[in-house]
């Protein structure tokens, strides 16, 4: 903030100091002659040499003032020089000051009176033109209109009588008026100045907020654009798979259709879960839990996941991981991982992908190594943006939303772990991530969901609440395969007349977070706890992923369900709640 201040200061600075640069400039040759009267006029009165002299000096300060002007008004304008070069203007206008002050003493003690006036006057006269000067730059005035001034003002009270010390009263006060309206115009230029280069800088702004604006309008038209192709893409394949599934005439066609129409659901859900960790980023909701991890097991396990892939492309898959303690999130570093290891299996064509460990001085260095097609240096900072993805030529039609590292890019900034790019048109790309040393002795067991082992749901009271009937009946058939007691209701309304005829008391409200009509499941459930009189497990199912809404429901105490919910992650979930509620009852 104070270096901002400072070069809106230099600026302004910068631009006062031009036009009174220009002033200087053209005042040479006026000052010149102005110098030359008094020689010329005072020649009768004042001793010869001494007049030349001053004469003399006074032409060096001018060619001293003009040279000066001229190398400002030429050079290129740099604010972190500007105070040098108003200190040496200002250092030129003392030099005058002084010369014209001893003037005044100088010429003025043994001419004739109407002589003493012609200098006095001038001097004044020139005193109060610098006001013009010092309206830009304020040491002009002050360095020489007062010092002028003063030398007349003694001068005048040298001569001990009533009538000029009423002159030099007169023109102190005159001084004083003059220096008090200098200051205000001074301050009035500055203002104006100022002004005009916070208009430009709000403009400037303006433009870029547009640019910005208009980015983001772009960005969410190629987003919308992606993820209308990439989720139709799989859709398209579910819906041809469950057309043939109808006309199937053995259980061996459906069962050999069984793994595509898995493989789709699938790619549907890695492009939500894509999203979903996005709108957690944005939202500022992801909870970062660091620990002391044992990382070689960690890269060991993740990279483990993509040797079928890496298989598939004839890629080899290497790991060289040396048993090394860090201190992260290892939640995070699983997913960051993950991506870094898909990207580079998605655009490596020949060659393999080595995932490395290595101990530092600053840390621990995780890198991704691949033999891809590489990345322009040029481009280093457009692959870690949304919806920007890297050209390939390895025919993959399913490359996603370009989301991948950019997940990387905010996850690894919300750890505070070091993220680098380092690549080779042709040759291939190296990810390296700069993790935190950890300690061996400190090291806990990685987290794991606590699961419990009957899976069986007979007879368990459930209460569905969802203003979709679909999803509705949906749920109800399978929480009724899994031999649940189901009560479904599309609002809280007719839950509560529901349960009042049945009689039934729920252990476990599974409800939708958006009810319609500004209603949720969030009230929902805590009117049923409340009607109740007892905390009843709650689960939301919710397919937002607006910023605003996440955080809402991160603040709550409810166990939260991302559509789409698979049907395991939905029984596992509930199997834990029930187990919770029965251990705390």
Same mark, same amino acid.
């Given at each position: ?51 030349? /002299? ?10 001293? @003032? ?8 030429? @050079? ?102 003059? /220096? ?38 772009? +960005? ?160 280093? +900072? ?61 090291? @806990? ?31 109800? /058939? ?76 991160? @603040? ?30």
């Amino acid at each position: 903030m104070k270096q901002t201040e400072a070069n809106s200061y230099q600026r302004v600075d910068l631009e006062a100091l031009t036009p009174a640069y220009n002033m200087v400039r053209m005042s040479t040759l006026p000052s010149l002659l102005s110098s030359s009267l008094v020689v010329g006029v005072m020649w009768p009165q004042v001793n010869h040499t001494l007049l030349l /002299a001053w004469g003399m000096l006074i032409a060096l300060g001018l060619a001293m @003032q003009h040279l000066l002007a001229k190398a400002f008004l030429h @050079q290129e304008k740099k604010t972190a020089h500007v105070a040098r070069w108003g200190w040496m203007i200002s250092a030129v206008y003392f030099y005058f000051g002084l010369l014209w002050s001893s003037a005044i003493f100088m010429f003025t003690v043994n001419a004739a009176v109407e002589y003493q006036f012609f200098l006095i006057t001038l001097v004044v006269t020139l005193s109060m033109g610098t006001i013009v000067a010092g309206q830009y730059w304020f040491p002009m005035y002050y360095l020489y209109g007062p010092i002028t001034l003063m030398a007349v003002i003694v001068r005048l009270l040298m001569e001990g009588e009533t009538v000029y010390y009423a002159l030099a009263v007169l023109l102190l006060l005159s001084g004083l008026g003059t /220096a008090s309206f200098a200051r205000k115009l001074h301050n009035m230029v500055r203002t104006e100045i100022r002004y005009r280069h916070e208009s430009e800088f709000l403009h400037k702004a303006l433009l870029q907020k547009a640019e910005e604006a208009h980015q983001a309008v772009q +960005d969410k038209s190629k987003f919308l654009a992606a993820a209308s192709h990439d989720l139709r893409q799989p859709l398209h394949s579910l819906t041809l798979f469950f057309d043939i599934l109808k006309e199937a005439n053995s259980d061996s066609e459906r069962k050999m259709l069984h793994p595509k129409v898995d493989a789709s659901l699938e790619a549907m859900r890695k492009l939500f879960d894509a999203l979903l960790d996005m709108s957690h980023l944005e939202a500022r909701v992801t909870q970062v839990d660091i620990r002391h991890i044992e990382l070689s097991r960690l890269v060991k396990d993740i990279t483990n996941e993509f040797v079928p892939d890496a298989e598939h492309k004839d890629l080899k898959l290497r790991v060289y991981a040396q048993p090394l303690a860090v201190h992260t999130d290892s939640l995070l570093l699983e997913r960051i991982l993950r991506n870094l290891l898909s990207n580079a299996l998605r655009y490596t064509i020949k060659g393999g992908v080595l995932v490395s460990c290595r101990s530092r001085s600053r840390g621990v260095l995780l890198q991704v190594w691949d033999t891809g097609s590489g990345i322009p240096e040029e481009s280093y +900072d457009d692959v870690f943006c949304e919806f920007r993805q890297l050209d390939s030529n390895n025919g993959n039609s399913n490359e996603g939303l370009g989301l991948g590292l950019s997940l990387v890019s905010r996850m690894s900034k919300l750890l505070d772990h070091p993220l680098s790019l380092k690549s080779v048109v042709g040759k291939g790309t190296t990810f390296s991530l700069l993790i935190p040393h950890g300690n061996s002795d400190q090291i @806990q067991l990685p987290r794991t969901e606590s699961l419990p082992q009957n899976w069986d749901m007979s007879g368990r009271r459930i209460l569905v609440i969802d203003d979709k009937k679909d999803i509705l009946l949906a749920t109800q /058939a399978l929480l009724s395969k899994w031999r649940c007691e189901v009560l479904t209701a599309e609002s809280l309304e007719e839950a509560l007349e529901l349960l009042q005829q049945s009689h039934m008391s729920p252990e476990l409200i599974l409800s939708d977070l958006n009810l319609g009509y500004q209603k949720n499941g969030i009230d929902a459930i805590d009117a049923l706890r409340e009607r109740f009189q007892w905390p009843i497990p709650g689960i939301l199912i919710t397919g937002d992923t607006a910023a605003a809404q996440l955080k809402t429901i991160v @603040q709550g105490k409810y166990e939260i369900l991302q559509k789409p919910v698979r049907p395991i992650h939905l029984r596992a979930v509930i199997q834990t709640q029930l187990v919770h509620s029965s251990q705390t009852e």
